[in-house]
């Protein structure tokens, strides 16, 4: 792993790290809120299809809305990893990583 990839690694750990501190804070005012900044500051087209149907959930306050506000009810540290694990390692990480072994293999990954 190159220097700039592990830094690039680290800052995107930090920033969700943030971002939980944030939401953990009052999750039901400051999830509608980091959506927003997602939003104004993602690149076009960067999981579009996803932060839709989490944008969709926030207004309707629909299930999966209701969902996401029960994971606070557990322990923190439990909602915690959930969260690290689902956001940086699967989403972020994963998708990068996804993406370099589809270009390295001429195949898709799933």
Do not use: H
């Amino acid at each position: 792993m190159s220097k700039a990839t592990s830094v690039s690694k680290s800052m995107q750990k930090f920033a969700v790290n943030k971002a939980l501190n944030y939401v953990e804070g009052n999750p039901e005012e400051n999830i509608p809120k980091l959506m927003e900044l997602v939003d104004k500051f993602a690149p076009n087209g960067w999981f579009g299809s996803q932060r839709d149907a989490i944008r969709t959930a926030i207004d309707e306050k629909n299930n999966w809305y209701q969902l996401i506000l029960k994971l606070y009810d557990l322990d923190p540290g439990v909602c915690r990893a959930f969260f690290q694990n689902f956001i940086f390692n699967a989403s972020l990480e994963g998708f990068a990583t996804q993406n370099v072994v589809k270009e390295r293999e001429g195949c898709n990954v799933p």
